[in-house]
Nanobody, 121 residues
Framework: QVQLVESGGGLVQAGGSLRLSCAAS????????MGWFRQAPGKEREFVAS????????TYGDPAKGRFAISRMNAQNLVYLQMDRLKPDDTAVYYC??????????????WGQGTQVTVSS
């Protein structure tokens, strides 16, 4: 029922940009915080950015600060991650996730399948 589908990943040269999209369905998005995480091979999953669907309050992890921007388009249940000045260290699978705000749990409740971002040097 709940589905998060990422798109927009690909191969980009260092210094370039990508915009990732996450389409959310099957949930009341206004009740969730939407997040982007990433995981590189052999590394732990890392928080990138989040946004409260209602209100638009954003939070950024260290890798994203100053380079990435999360946003959402409420009418289409879309959340974006604009990534600028990409570095090879940004290479990872990027995951969209949804955290249910009313329950207040520490983790995220739903996850997408991920989209690969590869940044070449």
């Amino acid at each position: 029922q709940v589905q998060l589908v990422e798109s927009g990943g690909g191969l980009v040269q260092a210094g370039g940009s990508l915009r990732l999209s996450c389409a959310a369905s099957g949930l009341t998005v206004s009740r969730y915080r939407m997040g982007w995480f990433r995981q590189a091979p052999g590394k732990e999953r890392e928080f990138v950015a989040s946004i409260n669907w209602s209100g638009g309050v954003t939070t950024y992890g260290d890798p994203a600060k100053g380079r990435f921007a999360i946003s959402r388009m409420n009418a289409q249940n879309l959340v974006y991650l604009q990534m600028d000045r990409l570095k090879p260290d940004d290479t990872a699978v990027y995951y969209c996730a949804a955290k249910n705000l009313p329950t207040g749990g520490p983790g995220y409740d739903y996850w997408g399948q991920g989209t690969q971002v590869t940044v070449s040097s």
